[in-house]
């Protein structure tokens, strides 16, 4: 059974730090191209960052450059997103997803909010 399972969400205050994990079964996670989102209440959903499927490459989006951190431990078929320096903005719900060419697999979403 293909899933991906997302953790390490919660509340967080401004300037903090959390981490997500997304942990991934039922597919061959190394040849995935692995991917955060976010979607934020009332908005849509955004590409945060992605990585290469041996990591030697990532992107992330401008509004989080510098403060965020994707990697992924293929050993694991774990991709995580290292998140610091939170700002109220960032509240959302992550998702993690993998691509392998038309195949494109999302994760249930865990919650990130901060505040004070």
């Known amino acids: 059974q293909v899933q991906l399972v997302e953790s390490g969400g919660g509340l967080v205050q401004p300037g903090g730090s959390l981490r997500l994990s997304c942990a991934a079964s039922g597919i061959t996670f190394r040849r995935y191209v692995m991917s955060w989102y976010r979607q934020a209440p009332g908005k849509e959903r955004e590409l945060v960052a992605d990585?290469?499927?041996?990591?030697?490459?990532?992107r992330y989006a401008d509004s989080v450059k510098g403060r965020f951190t994707i990697s992924r431990d293929n050993s694991k078929n774990t991709v995580y997103l290292q998140m610091n320096s939170l700002k109220p903005e960032d509240t959302a719900v992550y998702y993690c997803?993998?691509?392998?060419?038309?195949?494109?697999?999302w994760g249930q979403g865990t919650q990130v909010t901060v505040s004070s």
């Open positions: 997803q993998g691509s392998y060419y038309n195949n494109h697999v």
């Open positions: 990585i290469s499927s041996l990591g030697g490459s990532t």
